[in-house]
């Protein structure tokens, strides 16, 4: 068995659980993909699934409530008269009330009952399922409340809708949350993962990657949603006790049928509402609520452009040769020229100087500056004065890009507002020892943090009019220059997909150099920039990610405890080289057991 999205076949099984909904029989697995962090729902039953023709209703307040929160949150995007489709429009009540603020309206769904419902309404339906109907005509705004979940082929869908959507078009996309604190609580009985019905259950991390595979660029995410993630949580606690009838958004219209049992329950749940509010409000600072809401456009086609490419290097012999040929060897997509390749070697004493006089008698366009040892960010100043391009790409002499990584990095530059972008830095070590564990460790927290604010590293694009010279005492040069970006108001970009392949220590002692010396950096940086701060140093990302890693491993959870006191301890020691000014680490040592990097074919 594969993920249906990505293919692969790490799969993980979470657990098995009934119609916890409506206490029906069947047998459902709910899987995770490691690979690409995606929920799905197996069905294992055997037996025919009976298509339940629900209609969600909410009395007028919570209708109220909800749609004025939705337009809210759309609302900058659009001008009047926009035309907005609304994918599965449930009862209908945000179509009608964005009807009611002046724009044209269309809704598609497959629910009878919904139709029936909404057919009253001067609003244009179209009957059927999104994912089989021709839709010829464009919208400016494609909204899917709660309805994503329920598709077959997710991804086609979204390249579906990036066909329809305008060229300035927005898309709205709201759905459970499966790594919310409530999830975890409820497991199977967690309302929002309903196996019954909901074929997918996205991740952010998860919903992310499938709006940049399918051409959109995420603009926001939203973890505020108190209101229905309290909603989730009392569905939750009905499904626990075995109450499903119990509605709180229709509740009190919904007393047919009730048992003694239920009516209590419905009334101390009505009552007692906001006794959980706390709850779900701390969900929400963590980021890890019930529901989560995803704004996204369609990229912006990536313009033709030339680039320069300056990679500083010091005795990076093993690596500098396949550097240079994995950048040369790029996939440039007829969109990319490379202008120049230019190598300044750093007071160089081994072959690396030869091997790129060598590899410029190949191509013209690679070039070698020769100069005295005086540190990693001085030689990104003599890139930055050499480069004759705007946009420069800055490329550690010690790590491969991927085949399409410039042209990744260099698609969110298409924005003007945009002055930095980083690649995904991929960890090759393998995770088989302690030391091991911490490399991938490290670079998965890294990618995760990324997600939630942007952290750049190892083949950075900027543009030089941003950006034209870095402070030569810098100790940390990409956090520096985020810092320098960050202060003229420009837009740091994470771009996942373009990969950058690193070998990390391979010994504890070489490991702890490693983040000795970064801590030292970020307390020169604290000092002269106070008002940046990395993301990967921010207390509550820490905190949200690291939450992901405790696992039933007992072995695995020791490795996680002693990565958070080494890194302690490292902090200390940065802390105390800044003090006592015992260390210069500008000109960083070499760690020889990161260098010698070999890819697998």
Same mark, same amino acid.
């Given at each position: 068995?594969?993920?249906?999205?990505?293919?692969?076949?790490?799969?993980?099984?979470?657990?098995?659980?009934? &119609?916890?909904?409506?206490?029906?029989?069947?047998?459902?697995?709910?899987?995770?993909?490691?690979?690409?962090?995606?929920?799905?729902?197996?069905?294992?039953?055997?037996? =025919?699934? =009976?298509?339940?023709?629900?209609?969600?209703?909410?009395?007028?307040?919570?209708?109220?409530?909800?749609?004025?929160?939705?337009?809210?949150? !759309?609302?900058?995007?659009?001008?009047?008269?926009?035309?907005?489709?609304?994918?599965?429009?449930?009862?209908?009540?945000?179509?009608?009330?964005?009807?009611?603020?002046?724009?044209?309206?269309?809704?598609?769904?497959?629910?009878?009952?919904?139709? =029936?419902?909404?057919?009253?309404?001067?609003?244009?339906?179209?009957?059927?399922?999104?994912?089989?109907?021709?839709?010829?005509?464009?919208?400016?705004?494609?909204?899917?409340?709660?309805?994503?979940?329920?598709?077959?082929?997710?991804?086609?869908?979204?390249?579906?809708?990036?066909?329809?959507?305008?060229?300035?078009?927005?898309?709205?996309?709201?759905?459970?949350?499966?790594?919310?604190?409530?999830?975890?609580?409820?497991?199977?009985?967690?309302?929002?993962?309903?196996?019954?019905?909901?074929?997918?259950?996205?991740?952010?991390?998860?919903?992310?990657?499938?709006?940049?595979?399918?051409?959109?660029?995420?603009?926001?995410?939203?973890?505020?949603?108190?209101?229905?993630?309290?909603?989730?949580?009392?569905?939750?606690?009905?499904?626990?006790?075995?109450?499903?009838?119990?509605?709180?958004?229709?509740?009190?219209?919904?007393?047919?049928?009730?048992?003694?049992?239920?009516?209590?329950?419905?009334?101390?749940?009505?009552?007692?509402?906001?006794?959980?509010?706390?709850?779900?409000?701390?969900?929400?600072?963590?980021?890890?609520?019930?529901?989560?809401?995803?704004?996204?456009?369609?990229?912006k086609e990536m313009k033709k452009c030339s680039v320069s490419i300056g990679i500083p290097a010091h005795n990076e012999e093993k690596d500098i040769a396949k550097v240079v040929k994995a950048i040369v060897n790029q996939n440039m997509q007829n969109r990319i020229k490379l202008k120049e390749i230019i190598v300044v070697a750093d007071g160089c004493t081994d072959r690396t100087e030869e091997i790129v006089i060598d590899l410029a008698l190949v191509d013209t366009r690679i070039k070698?500056?020769?100069?005295?040892?005086?540190?990693?960010?001085?030689?990104?100043?003599?890139?930055?004065?050499?480069?004759?391009?705007?946009?420069?790409?800055?490329?550690?002499?010690?790590?491969?890009?991927?085949? &399409?990584?410039?042209?990744?990095?260099?698609?969110?530059?298409?924005?003007?507002?945009?002055?930095? !972008?980083?690649?995904?830095?991929?960890?090759?070590?393998?995770?088989?020892?302690? !030391?091991?564990?911490?490399?991938?460790?490290?670079?998965?927290?890294?990618?995760?943090?990324?997600?939630?604010?942007?952290?750049?590293?190892?083949?950075?694009?900027?543009?030089?009019?941003?950006?034209?010279?870095?402070?030569?005492?810098?100790?940390?040069?990409?956090?520096?220059?985020?810092?320098?970006?960050?202060?003229?108001?420009?837009?740091?970009?994470?771009?996942?997909?373009?990969?950058?392949?690193?070998?990390?220590?391979?010994?504890?002692? &070489?490991?702890?150099?490693?983040?000795?010396?970064?801590?030292?950096?970020?307390?020169?940086?604290?000092?002269?920039?106070?008002?940046?701060?990395?993301?990967?140093?921010?207390?509550?990302?820490?905190?949200?990610?690291?939450? $992901?890693?405790?696992?039933?491993?007992?072995?695995?959870?020791?490795?996680?405890?002693?990565?958070?006191?080494?890194? !302690?301890?490292?902090?200390?020691?940065?802390?105390?080289?800044?003090?006592?000014?015992?260390?210069?680490?500008? =000109?960083?040592?070499?760690?020889?057991?990161? $260098?010698?990097?070999?890819?697998?074919?």
């Amino acid at each position: 068995m594969t993920c249906p999205v990505c293919h692969k076949k790490n799969l993980k099984f979470v657990f098995k659980s009934l &119609d916890e909904r409506f206490q029906k029989k069947g047998k459902f697995l709910l899987i995770e993909c490691c690979n690409c962090n995606l929920f799905f729902t197996l069905d294992v039953s055997g037996k =025919k699934k =009976k298509n339940f023709d629900l209609l969600f209703q909410m009395n007028k307040k919570e209708k109220e409530h909800v749609n004025k929160r939705r337009h809210c949150f !759309v609302n900058k995007y659009l001008n009047n008269g926009d035309k907005i489709l609304d994918i599965g429009f449930g009862d209908g009540s945000f179509l009608k009330y964005m009807k009611s603020k002046g724009y044209k309206v269309t809704g598609i769904e497959n629910s009878i009952k919904a139709i =029936k419902n909404l057919k009253k309404e001067s609003i244009e339906i179209i009957q059927g399922d999104f994912e089989r109907r021709k839709i010829r005509k464009k919208f400016s705004l494609i909204t899917l409340w709660h309805s994503f979940e329920h598709f077959n082929d997710p991804l086609g869908a979204l390249n579906k809708i990036r066909r329809i959507i305008e060229k300035n078009g927005i898309l709205a996309i709201e759905v459970p949350n499966p790594l919310s604190l409530q999830a975890k609580l409820f497991q199977n009985f967690w309302y929002g993962f309903d196996l019954a019905r909901h074929k997918f259950h996205f991740s952010p991390q998860a919903l992310s990657d499938l709006l940049e595979k399918s051409g959109f660029e995420v603009v926001k995410k939203d973890f505020s949603n108190i209101h229905e993630s309290l909603m989730h949580f009392i569905f939750s606690l009905a499904n626990f006790f075995g109450l499903s009838s119990v509605n709180y958004w229709g509740i009190k219209n919904n007393r047919r049928n009730e048992t003694s049992f239920k009516k209590i329950f419905r009334i101390v749940a009505y009552k007692l509402i906001n006794v959980f509010y706390p709850l779900i409000w701390l969900e929400s600072k963590l980021k890890k609520n019930g529901v989560v809401t995803f704004l996204a456009q369609p990229k912006k086609e990536m313009k033709k452009c030339s680039v320069s490419i300056g990679i500083p290097a010091h005795n990076e012999e093993k690596d500098i040769a396949k550097v240079v040929k994995a950048i040369v060897n790029q996939n440039m997509q007829n969109r990319i020229k490379l202008k120049e390749i230019i190598v300044v070697a750093d007071g160089c004493t081994d072959r690396t100087e030869e091997i790129v006089i060598d590899l410029a008698l190949v191509d013209t366009r690679i070039k070698l500056i020769s100069k005295k040892r005086e540190g990693k960010s001085a030689a990104i100043n003599t890139i930055l004065k050499s480069a004759k391009e705007e946009i420069i790409i800055i490329a550690n002499a010690d790590n491969i890009p991927d085949d &399409d990584c410039l042209f990744e990095i260099l698609s969110p530059l298409s924005d003007k507002k945009v002055g930095l !972008v980083g690649p995904q830095i991929v960890c090759i070590n393998k995770d088989n020892n302690f !030391v091991g564990y911490l490399n991938n460790l490290l670079w998965r927290l890294h990618h995760r943090i990324s997600f939630i604010e942007p952290k750049t590293g190892g083949f950075i694009a900027l543009r030089k009019k941003y950006f034209n010279c870095l402070p030569e005492k810098s100790p940390v040069d990409e956090a520096t220059i985020e810092a320098i970006i960050k202060s003229k108001n420009k837009k740091i970009k994470y771009a996942p997909r373009a990969k950058l392949y690193l070998k990390g220590p391979e010994n504890l002692n &070489d490991y702890f150099k490693q983040r000795r010396r970064i801590h030292f950096g970020y307390f020169w940086l604290k000092e002269k920039y106070t008002q940046y701060h990395p993301s990967t140093f921010k207390a509550k990302h820490l905190f949200s990610v690291l939450v $992901k890693e405790i696992s039933p491993n007992i072995v695995n959870n020791f490795f996680l405890l002693s990565a958070i006191f080494l890194e !302690v301890v490292a902090k200390i020691a940065g802390f105390y080289d800044f003090k006592k000014k015992r260390k210069d680490h500008q =000109k960083w040592e070499m760690v020889a057991s990161s $260098k010698g990097l070999e890819l697998e074919k």
